[in-house]
């Protein structure tokens, strides 16, 4: 009885610490849109931040991101008025819990005629804004760390640009958030030492 005992703790014991493997791995992305799919004109799901600025879908299909497929760019047009950008773009994002921890990540680069790391995202999500690695034509992913401080906060990307940027465009695809796993205790791994010890003595009782 007492070896059955055991054999079901350390069954159900290791089921859970799979269980949370598991489920650290397969998180939901909670961006809609993220690889920045084109619909009616505009990449669907996501708010221009100036609706009526001009962008770019996909301004080279011969370089494009480990995402594949279209993305969008922003143009530097601070010397062709009156024409003017759409700044960047945003998406609310809901379903969050209150100071839990978020991991974003998205590619980016430079392109035009003079690409020369002077282009980078400003990325804003809830309080927090960080800002996206400069580059060239080359696509680099940014991982991005935020703690939410609501339940809906809002994820924006803004376009900006260093002085000698104009008249370049910073592209952005492959945005991806996801909820970072909540750790399990240090309790929960010690017992797994335990849980063998104990299944070590029933063997021997059997034996």
């Known amino acids: 009885m007492k070896t059955t005992f055991s054999r079901c703790s350390l069954g159900f014991s290791l089921v859970l610490l799979f269980a949370h493997s598991a489920q650290a791995s397969s998180l939901p992305d909670l961006v809609s849109n993220g690889s920045m799919s084109f619909v009616a ?4 799901d996501w708010v221009l931040l100036n609706p009526g600025g001009e962008f770019w ?6 370089n494009l991101s480990a995402d594949g497929g279209s993305y969008f ?3 530097d047009l601070d010397n062709f008025a009156p024409r003017q950008n759409a700044r960047g773009l945003s998406q609310e994002i809901d379903g969050l819990v209150i100071g839990g921890r978020y991991t974003l990540s998205f590619e980016s680069n430079e392109e035009h005629t003079n690409p020369n790391f002077l282009a980078q995202w400003q990325v804003t999500f809830g309080d927090e804004t960080q800002y996206s690695t400069l580059t060239d034509t080359t696509w680099i992913t940014d991982v991005m ?3 939410a401080t609501n339940t809906t906060q809002t994820l924006q990307f803004v376009a900006t640009y260093l002085p000698g940027a104009l008249p370049q465009i910073l592209n952005l695809d492959g945005v991806h958030l996801t909820a970072d796993p909540v750790p399990l205790p240090a309790s929960g791994w010690l017992i797994v030492p335990a ?4 299944l070590g003595v029933a063997k021997k009782r059997t034996g």
Do not use: D, M, R, V
């Open 41 to 44: 004109g505009q990449p669907a």
């Open 195 to 198: 849980l063998f010890g104990l």
């Open 73 to 75: 760019g922003i143009q």
């Open 145 to 147: 760390h935020f703690t």
């Open 57 to 62: 879908n996909t301004f080279n299909s011969g």
